[in-house]
């Protein structure tokens, strides 16, 4: 199985650019729903991003690996239903 090094980390820079964009967005005028649907959007994102942050340190370099398979995986179905896996 070819494994792509730097995956792991580009994903990191992208889950942490993206942070950032919201961190600013969550500054300025929002009516509160919205501001509650971006913290919430944050808080994931960090979660991911430290997430992320684990398995580059743990060097998860495939699916294969345990490390990577603990982790909690969220699909959206056809109907629009959030399925929760693991391993």
């Given at each position: 199985?070819?494994?792509d090094?730097?995956?792991l980390q580009t994903?990191?820079?992208t889950n942490d650019a993206q942070i950032g964009?919201?961190?600013v967005h969550v500054r300025s005028n929002l009516s509160d729903l919205s501001r509650?649907?971006?913290v919430a959007l944050i808080t994931t994102d960090v979660h991911a991003r430290d997430i992320v942050?684990?398995?580059k340190k743990e060097?998860?370099?495939s699916t294969s690996d345990f490390?990577?398979?603990k982790q909690l995986r969220y699909y959206f179905e056809d109907d629009d239903t959030c399925v929760i896996k693991q391993i």
């Open positions: 199985m070819a494994t090094r730097l995956a994903w990191w820079d964009q919201l961190t509650c649907v971006i942050d684990e398995l060097q998860a370099l490390n990577w398979q």
